[in-house]
């Protein structure tokens, strides 16, 4: 499925009551799904981890459907190498910890 | 491009340095790039938005990849319509506000 593809599924299954929500209060749902994840990842709980992920990654869609950001533009960024460095392997010294 | 694509990119991009960090000082960066899109949000920078969403989801993915989950194979749960409701409208009652 294609980044963009996904984003305009959640759109159509979300997006009525996201933009009546709107970006701050959309912002605490998708915060909440971080710690999902967080706990997720802690407890190695194999079985919930993919749940979590994609709930991450469907409500950071979902807030960018409310701020309308097109996400499959913005990763294109990353398409000739890391942003940093230009490597498409990385080199970059920074975070390497 | 396709989620599956996108994950395999930054896996190129960036595994090495990922792998070696461990997942918890992975979501640490994670969760850095979480605060910068809050406040690009918050400040309403449009010249800076697009690329913090980017940089979320390129982390979420790293993320991702440290922790084996394939990101496309999991959000195949909406792929059939909302996983609380079933419907390819959602009306769960939950999450409203």
Redesign the interface.
């Known amino acids: 499925?294609?980044?963009g593809e996904?984003q305009r599924?959640?759109d159509?299954?979300?997006s009525?009551?996201d933009r009546?929500?709107g970006?701050?209060?959309t912002?605490l749902?998708f915060?909440e799904e971080?710690g999902e994840?967080?706990s997720a990842?802690?407890k190695k709980d194999e079985a919930n981890?993919?749940?979590e992920?994609?709930d991450?990654?469907?409500w950071?869609v979902t807030?960018?459907n409310v701020?309308g950001?097109?996400?499959?533009?913005?990763?294109k960024?990353?398409?000739e190498?890391?942003p940093g460095c230009g490597?498409?392997?990385?080199r970059c010294e920074e975070?390497?910890?």
């Open positions: 499925m294609h980044i996904f599924l959640i159509r299954m979300y009525e009551r009546r929500r970006a701050a209060k912002f749902w915060a971080v994840l967080a990842i802690a981890k993919a749940t992920f994609a991450v990654f469907a950071l807030l960018a701020e950001v097109d996400l499959e533009e913005a990763v960024k990353f398409s190498g890391c490597e498409m392997v990385c975070k390497m910890t």
